[in-house]
């Protein structure tokens, strides 16, 4: 069974701080995303990765980064925290062949104050 | 662009009743379409997606390119089909496009 992990369900952060939401997924899929989940708005790409090393921007980037150096572990990054980042995170992943579907973590909290 | 169109946020119906989740979208090429639902508490989960041609619970979808079309549907609503339901159409690359989500709830 696919497992996709993050590591914080809840997260209070102070606007300015650094912060960091991982996700790590146990079925060496190549394609990893984050999106951002908002009542009203869907779900909206933030960066997705291809393989390791590898990263792309999605429909709303602004504010956020990425890593992955590793094929299982896929990093956000927000440099300095705002309000208007508070929000549902949430981490996929899929494998390469197009026939299959992506996997959701169980989504992490993030209010900015 | 590549959109998806929910138009309803909130659909309410009675226990028993049919459902239609209705869902458009605009797409230069073939369009591969998929429903995910998240129920209370859980994880964004697959639904059903068009290329399958499969009922998941009870629900269907079939994709009308005619007029741009994947709507969700299910003949008897029942009270554990309440979630939240999205579309999406998967664009090169793998990358997904949801809709804004309809949020069903079925009353008994």
């Known amino acids: 069974d696919v497992k996709v992990t993050q590591s914080s369900r809840y997260l209070v952060k102070r606007t300015g701080e650094k912060v960091f939401l991982e996700c790590v997924q146990d079925?060496?899929?190549?394609?990893m995303f984050w999106y951002r989940q908002d009542p009203g708005l869907g779900l909206r790409l933030i960066y997705f990765?291809?393989?390791?090393?590898?990263?792309e921007k999605g429909d709303i980037p602004e504010g956020y980064s990425v890593s992955r150096e590793k094929k299982e572990r896929f990093s956000l990054i927000l440099e300095s925290a705002s309000t208007n980042q508070t929000s549902m995170y949430l981490c996929?992943?899929?494998?390469?062949?197009?026939?299959?579907?992506?996997?959701f973590g169980p989504g992490t909290r993030l209010t900015v104050t | 662009a590549q959109r998806v169109t929910q138009p309803e946020k909130l659909l309410s119906v009675f226990k028993g009743a049919p459902v239609e989740l209705k869902c458009n979208y605009s797409?230069?090429?073939?369009?591969?379409l998929f429903w995910y639902v998240q129920y209370s508490r859980q994880r964004l989960q697959l639904l059903l997606r068009?290329?399958s041609r499969e009922s998941i619970k009870g629900f269907t979808a079939d994709l009308n390119k005619g007029e741009t079309s994947f709507h969700l549907k299910k003949p008897f609503a029942q009270e554990e089909d309440s979630a939240m339901y999205y579309c999406?159409?998967?664009?090169?690359?793998?990358?997904?496009?949801f809709g804004a989500g309809t949020i069903l709830r079925v009353k008994s």
């Open positions: 996929a992943s899929s494998p390469h062949d197009k026939s299959l579907y992506e996997y």
């Open positions: 990765s291809y393989d390791v090393k590898m990263k």
């Open positions: 999406a159409l998967k664009e090169y690359g793998n990358k997904l496009v």
């Open positions: 797409y230069s090429g073939s369009p591969e």
């Open positions: 079925m060496d899929h190549e394609n």
């Open positions: 068009h290329i």
